[in-house]
């Protein structure tokens, strides 16, 4: 009896499935091995530059018909994987479960890693300060409304370095116990969700207040104590929290997404494809910023970001926050710190990191 086409390729991709196991495990068993020189050498576990030419590594030799964005998300489970045993690798979070924090930090550490919700951003970075958490993950900057200004405060005060950064697009559910929105008196969520959504709630919830809450995932919770509530968050958390979605894509613009930061102790060596990030204070003085600015400028570094933040304590003194291209180790950007050290009341390097793909899943 002759096997036909079906059959016959299902053999085939069960003897695939069984060689794709094998190596799996094999490779597991090498992360085993790295796990072991690591802790010989107090290395950290996880390890931002080696997964970011890891998955450049993959963009390369990827040919299809596998799209890019699934190769990452498969191979980012097989690294959470590796990790874990290696070690466990806690990562405190702005909670609680199903938040826009936790989704990110499981879209960039995979579901093998240990999570631990925290309920302010101050909370996420007492968290890895004191060593209770490996790493943390907090919202630094939304493309509608800006910068995130808890975060931005706590970066001045701490030690601790910017690892890595994670992009989120964000995509925005109306939820609740109730099965019409003509019953939906109050709606809660973080400010930002409320800001994101603000037109759309004002034309299809005219009758509604809106009540902000720490985060989106806390609105979920928050509505199953209030019968005529709703809230703005992740379908995620609808799934969570077994509530009706009354609407889906209700942000005021489809290309919303967040920048999420991971912190942490240590640094990372540079990778070819890097960002810096920075804090300076300037003297009060004419042309104090334009100078502080000018060395980025005649090397040809390009400045991705810069922000003005008040000064605590002092009216009308500002810091700034710059992002730019490099790596802090490489000639230009050192040259540019050190000009910038001899212009400026006070310079900080708060990272330099791989540069996420705004594309990767």
Known sequence: MTVDALTRLRNQVQEKDSELVRLLNERAELSIKIGEIKN???????????????????????????PQESLHSIFNEVLSASRALQ??????YLGPDESFSHLASQSHFG???????QSTIFDVFEEVEKGRADRGVVPAENSLEGTVKLTLDRLV?????????????????????????????????????????????????PHASTHAVESTAAAAH???????????????????????????????CASNITRFLVIG??????????????????????????????PFAEKHINLLKIVSHPVKD????????????????????????????????????????PAEDTGRG
């Not at 050498?41 to 596998?66: K, T, W």
């Not at 070690?87 to 405190?92: L, Q």
């Not at 579901?111 to 919700?117: E, V, Y």
């Not at 005529?228 to 894509?249: E, F, K």
């Open 40 to 66: 010989l050498r107090q290395l950290n576990i996880y390890d931002p530059s080696q997964e970011a030419a890891i998955f450049r590594r993959i963009n390369e030799i990827n040919h299809g018909p596998l």
């Open 87 to 92: 070690a466990p690798v806690r990562i405190a």
């Open 111 to 117: 579901r093998s890693a240990l999570f631990a919700p």
């Open 157 to 205: 005060s701490s030690p601790l370095h910017i690892l890595a950064e994670i992009y989120l697009p964000i995509r925005h559910a109306l939820m609740s116990t109730v099965q019409d929105t003509k019953q939906v008196q109050h709606v809660y969520s973080h400010p930002q969700a409320l800001a994101q959504c603000r037109n759309w709630l004002r034309i299809n919830l």
């Open 222 to 252: 928050k509505i199953l104590k209030d019968r005529q509530g709703a809230a703005v968050g992740s379908g995620s958390a609808a799934s969570r929290y077994d509530l009706a979605i009354l609407a889906d894509g209700i942000e005021d």
């Open 265 to 294: 102790k240590g640094t990372n060596p540079p990778t070819g494809n890097d960002k810096t990030s920075l804090i300076f204070g300037t003297r009060h003085e004419s042309g104090a910023l334009y100078h502080a600015l000018r």
């Open 314 to 353: 002092r009216v009308w003194e500002y810091i700034f926050f710059i992002d730019c291209t490099g790596h802090a180790q490489e000639d230009a950007v050192k040259e540019c710190i050190e000009e910038l050290r001899h212009m400026c009341t006070f310079v900080t390097v708060k990272g330099s990191y």
